[in-house]
DNA sequence: CTGAAAGCGCTTACAG
DNA sequence: CTGAAAGCGCTTACAG
């Protein structure tokens, strides 16, 4: 393959002017510059990104960690960093962390082997040590769908504190007064949120009978995972609200309690969050806690790199989503507040 | 951060020495070996992977091609990719293509400039131009979810053909004799093979009421195309069966469906494609045709990071999963076969 | 506006 | 078993 030093002789210019037509062509005399873009295009000339990053310390890659791909919102998200990286000709590498923390480390130090110039990242845990580890090698980092805790970075998040006394407050209108919370693991940060706007929107609840609420915590947000969880469950089901950490989880408790002979919304409502395509399309379509996952990668991608092209001029933001109650056949009236 | 050079100075050998510790440990002396380790760890000293890929031509990058990633058969695909990448210390850089040829082309030349070792593709269209093009560069290829034709590679995928027949004879069984084939763009080479089985199966009937059918063309695979599409079909609706493309489309038509008042299954069955999760939790629970998504880009990433550790000993394979039938509720009799 | 030179951090024969 | 040296392909001040 054709390096800079042949289009060099083949343009006849020294190999720093054929360096500076591709890295500040305003610098070329408008002849010589296109003598060499007609050379390069000859010799399908490529700049080696290695030996070029190897120099000039860039890369325009950007490492992607996120707890698991197979979720649709965090799908959506990485399409969304995806997107805002093409523009900007990054190129993202995707780590899959199975909400381990352990893969958590360990991708995080080949992201530094790698040289990436920025991590974009919704941690595992709240504990930062390992991202203040990565902060102090010098490689930028922002947070995705998750706010910093005593770390100077970037970061996008929705509101899940509010997210939580959303849901809450939809069952709580219908009448729903015993609610089971179906969440994934209590570390977690999202889940760990969305719980304290659940009490928080109980305790503003003047009523006498405000709603009471048991939690679950599952290892793994899934389908399988919930199914498994409710059906396996011996006590009595006898509560009338369900809310989901996920659309996921969602879909997995109607299935179990249909096999239940349980109807949604009838006997119990349901509600899910993430609001994914599929939630519309569920056996019974799903009442969700809408969060904008696509905006929510492609914002913080174009913050992370923007910071990268002029860290000069860079300060860090924390831009808040607000998540949004869709209300759709998964829940209703309570029994008890009905004619 | 700590270079080569530190360490070499602090352990009190010479710089190749500490490159010969990390990358051929074998040849040295253990106590020599052990100073530099113990040095390595006190520096926290990371390799340049621009530097080592400069020198070495190699740097554990490998690029993941993809039309969809949203599409939950190629999110498996993705992570069966990243796990097999994974164990072999590879990092993965992925592309989304939203099925255009023009992105694709884009895609490889960004893969080309990063130096990756080797591209997993699921070519947009049956032409290897672009692919041609990337081989003769010296990128090794492999080919997922497609064989290559023409083209010197490994490739890992289902046997179409035999899918789409495999749908077609159960609809047929069925008592099915008037059927709607609704797929991707024509020159979609999946698209292209399921067509041809379709065919074959109906060719091989000898009945002499083999079914008839029509097919349409979507320009994207996804649940919004294939509602709208369906929505708004203005002829009337005559088909007892519809084959297609994917779950997604799937979806997409039984809810169209449901809305002009038909029902699945007893006016209208619905087959799908990939047995994405999801299958078991729509509205009504699709019949499908199941690949193994997961594995498929597993054994993909496998064969190519096997070709890169040892070129020499490495033989081009072609690797080939069959689809299996998975019945759910979305098909039954046809009506006219019915008591 | 262009060219010559240094050097980024490593690997890899080669000599000893 | 270890060290000295060349060089991978670029970028970047600097001089002119």
Known sequence: MANIRDVAQLAGVSLGTVSNAINRPELLASSTLQRIQKVIEELEFVPNASARNLRSRRNRVIGLVLPDVS?????DLAKGVNDAAYASEYVVILCNTDGSAQKEVQYLDVLARQNVEGILITPVSESNLTLANVAERGIRLALVDRFPLGLQACSVAVNDVYGGSLALTHLHDLGHRKILVIMGKADFPQVVDRITGIKQAIESIVDAD???????????????????????????????????????????????????????????????????????????????ISQPSYELGFTAAELLISEGESPEKHVHQRIEFQPKLVIRSSTAEAKSHRP
């Open 210 to 288: 405000a709603p009471e609420f048991i939690k679950i915590h599952l290892d793994s947000m899934s389908v399988k995972n919930a199914y498994e969880v409710i059906r396996d469950m011996n006590s009595p089901f006898d509560f009338t609200g369900v809310i989901c950490g996920n659309d996921l989880i969602a879909i997995g408790v109607i299935r179990a309690l249909g096999e239940k002979n349980i109807s949604i919304p009838e006997d119990v409502s349901v509600i899910g969050y993430d609001d994914i395509d599929f939630a519309t399309s569920a056996t019974v379509p799903i009442t969700s």
């Open 71 to 75: 979720n649709p919102f965090y799908t």
